[in-house]
């Protein structure tokens, strides 16, 4: 989903262009929120195809049918670097990968958490169930690539120092994606574009939005784009708040399209990774209101003052700034030769290569 799969799917596309041959193996149709757009354009495009096998979030004993198919998947391409993305992906990653080195294949067993099971806190029951599980897998861990530095220093605080090779491979823009996107003639106030669930923060974004309602901004309107579990308990909150007639829910559609729909975009997390989606924004030189979680500091920077909690009167605070000033608000953010150097697809495909190559003739030896 979201930016994880956009992450692999720029690795896919940009492994395939520079010779490689890339095959991925990802969860059936019909998830809510799931990028199957991104799914169907990848199809013909990368060598060893899409390969689709049942992979729900939560652990349980189907895991154990699912996993079977996707062993069959693996004997049957024989790749030379298996790249498992998110916690269900790293656990299929290393422990297959580790039953296929067991018949003399030379696989490289990749692991990106993005975010996953760091997401946990460490006191709590799953957390400390996640992070045994982590922990003994770093024994069939050939590398850890790491999406952010903050995801790095999570898995160090949470789990430990990694006791297998890792690096931070941060998420990447094409040159196109750095093309201002301008709002269209009827644009809402604000945005949310993301995963409709707690943890992205939609319920702060409309509480934010009727504590300026409540202060005066009577006029105020916001587009929420996405899908998820939650959408008809957020479009119930939206209701019992008195906002019916000024937010609208859309279905997920590419991000510089809904970044056309409003002059402000909101990302209201309350936990993330390094979300492409404040990349995006940014670099398509959108006014954006984000909170101090994660990765999100990394993105901005030495602008990462501009931040807020995930709290609701925070963003609506940043908001009306935002709303009221857009131009001395535009000034607050990372500037644009910032974000290129830092955010390149071109960085991030071969950083991943290097560290394949690495891996992959450390085994031949």
Not at 275 to 289: D, G, K, N, T
Request: aromatic share 8%.
């Amino acid at each position: 989903m979201g930016g994880l799969f956009r992450h692999v799917r720029d690795l896919a596309l940009a492994h395939e262009a520079a010779g490689h041959s890339v095959g991925i193996i990802c969860d059936t149709p019909g998830v809510p929120g799931y990028s199957e757009g991104m799914v169907a354009e990848l199809t013909p495009r990368i060598s060893l195809g899409v390969k689709r096998v049942s992979m729900r979030r939560e652990v349980g004993p189907r895991d154990l049918i699912d996993a079977r198919k996707v062993l069959n998947v693996l004997k049957e391409l024989k790749p030379s670097v298996l790249h498992g993305h998110g916690a269900k992906g790293g656990v299929y990653a290393r422990a297959l990968g580790s039953l296929i080195r067991a018949e003399r294949s030379r696989v490289a067993r990749f692991y990106s958490p993005h975010g996953g099971s760091l997401h946990y806190g460490a006191a709590t029951r799953p957390g400390k169930a996640y992070f045994r599980v982590e922990r003994f897998l770093e024994r069939f861990t050939d590398h850890i690539l790491f999406v952010a530095d903050f995801e790095k220093r999570a898995y160090t605080a949470k789990i430990g120092p990694p006791a297998c090779p890792w690096s931070v491979n941060r998420n990447g823009l094409t040159a196109a994606e750095f093309e201002p996107v301008e709002p269209v003639a009827d644009a809402a106030d604000f945005l949310f574009l993301g995963e409709l669930r707690a943890i992205k923060g939609p319920d702060l974004f409309i509480h934010a939005l009727a504590e300026l309602k409540s202060a005066g901004h009577a006029h105020i309107r916001a587009v929420i784009v996405g899908d998820g579990a939650e959408r008809q308990q957020l479009a119930g909150l939206a209701e019992s708040l008195g906002l019916s007639d000024s937010v609208e829910f859309r279905p997920s559609m590419p991000a510089r399209e809904a970044f056309a729909l409003a002059r402000t975009f909101v990302m209201p997390s309350r936990a993330e990774a390094l979300p492409y989606v404040v990349i995006e924004a940014l670099a398509a030189q959108v006014p954006v209101v984000a909170t101090y979680v994660g990765g999100i500091p990394e993105i901005f920077g030495s602008s990462a003052d501009a931040l807020v909690a995930p709290e609701s009167g925070a963003l609506a605070a940043a908001m009306r700034a935002a709303a009221e000033n857009r131009a001395h608000f535009m000034r607050l953010l990372p500037g644009q030769t910032t974000l290129k150097e830092r955010f390149s697809i071109e960085r991030m495909a071969e950083h991943a290569l290097e560290a394949y190559r690495e891996a992959v003739t450390k085994l031949a030896h």
